[in-house]
């Protein structure tokens, strides 16, 4: 990754110029069996149009502060992606009554509910589907986001020193999440190339980290395992090996 790139939608960049057609997030849910495989290529089209629907349908910009009610997840990733490139604050886990904007998973609408901002649902089904019916008051994201444009321009510069995500009571500018992220890829001995498994939920720096951040800043890619738990170690052992996992962070 460049030396210059001072926050993760820099690095998505950058990833994306460096090689498209390489695997960043492969995701998988034990619960469900489901798997998914986006390129570096298809990964950031999801992110701008995410993007778009997040500064367009949603007015949202710099300094918005958006809850993101969401486990660990590929389309997770994807929102935090989104979020860093419109330049608006990721609260992982964060107070919907408190944000501009609100990002739920099925299991949580209640909660989410208490935003008085902009409300959207995601269903968190296979392959990104919708809702069988879509939640009241709220927008869903598999309708909203397929209709968004494939490119994104932010109509204001991303100043990498303002808030961009919050995460276990701690508030972190672009640049300080682009440089932890080079310092855990490089304690874990992460480079191009490498393959990160990550067991961890998105709720902490750490699983944040190790399940998106890490490896990108490393020009690797991660393979995000929900559920890990009902795999158990023989099969963990033959995901790793099937998945060619460099490095695990379970």
């Not at 990754?1 to 690095?11: E, G, Q």
């Not at 701008?48 to 367009?56: E, I, M, P």
Request: aromatic share 6%; glycine share 12%; charged share 20%.
């Amino acid at each position: 990754m460049n030396a210059t790139d001072r926050t993760p939608a820099d690095l998505l960049r950058s990833a994306l110029a460096a090689d498209p057609g390489r695997p960043l997030v492969t995701f998988y849910d034990d619960a469900t069996g489901e798997r998914v495989e986006l390129s570096v290529a298809t990964f950031a089209n999801w992110v701008a149009k995410t993007a778009n629907l997040l500064q367009g349908d949603l007015a949202a910009g710099p300094g918005d502060r958006l809850a993101l009610l969401l486990p660990a997840h590929w389309q997770s990733a994807v929102w935090l992606l989104a979020c860093a490139s419109v330049g608006v604050i990721a609260e992982v886990g964060g107070d919907p009554a408190g944000a501009d904007v609100v990002v739920s998973g099925p299991d949580t609408l209640e909660a989410a509910s208490a935003c008085p901002g902009e409300r959207v649902a995601l269903a968190l089904r296979p392959l990104g589907g919708r809702f069988p019916q879509p939640p009241a008051g709220f927008a869903d994201y598999a309708v909203e986001v397929p209709s968004q444009g494939d490119r994104f321009a932010p109509f204001a510069p991303v100043d990498p020193d303002a808030p961009g995500l919050s995460v276990g009571g701690e508030e972190l500018s672009h640049a300080e999440v682009v440089e932890r992220a080079r310092a855990d890829a490089a304690e874990l001995g992460l480079g191009p190339g490498s393959r990160l498994l990550s067991g961890h939920g998105y709720d902490t720096w750490q699983g944040l980290s190790s399940g998106l951040y890490a490896a990108l800043a490393a020009g690797g890619s991660v393979v995000l395992c929900r559920h890990l738990d009902r795999l158990g170690a023989e099969g963990l052992a033959k995901r790793a090996e099937a998945e060619r996992v460099t490095h695990t962070s379970a």
